[in-house]
């Protein structure tokens, strides 16, 4: 199993990015997906997961400004961030949810 993420960067408070996962080695169409992140000095937290049928869930503090989604058909998972706050800032990871398959990071940082 490879997970790749990519998308990251440096980005002003209110702007956007679109981070991607693109997997192989798995039957993505059928599994459950997730994207965490971690800032520096706390525990890995869980931003959204989706589930195989595209139903998501998000933690309170990204509702309204993230989307998580995914592409079955090039097996990629999207996280579009919008609306971002130095608070976002922090290293976000995709995963295969109830699995130890991770990938490597990807840095977002958000200032001015």
């Known amino acids: 199993v490879q997970l790749v993420e990519s998308g990251g960067g440096l980005v002003q408070p209110g702007g956007s990015l679109r981070l991607s996962c693109a997997a192989s080695g798995i039957l993505f169409n059928i599994v459950r997906m997730a994207w965490y992140r971690q800032a520096p000095g706390k525990q890995r937290e869980l931003v959204a997961d989706i589930t195989a049928s595209a139903t998501t869930s998000y933690v309170d503090s990204i509702k309204g400004r993230f989307t998580i989604s995914r592409d079955n058909t090039k097996n990629i998972l999207y996280l579009q961030m919008n609306n971002l706050k130095p608070e976002d800032t922090a290293v976000y990871y995709c995963?295969?949810?109830?699995?130890?398959?991770w990938g490597q990071g990807t840095q977002v940082t958000v200032s001015s």
């Open positions: 995963n295969v949810m109830m699995t130890d398959y």
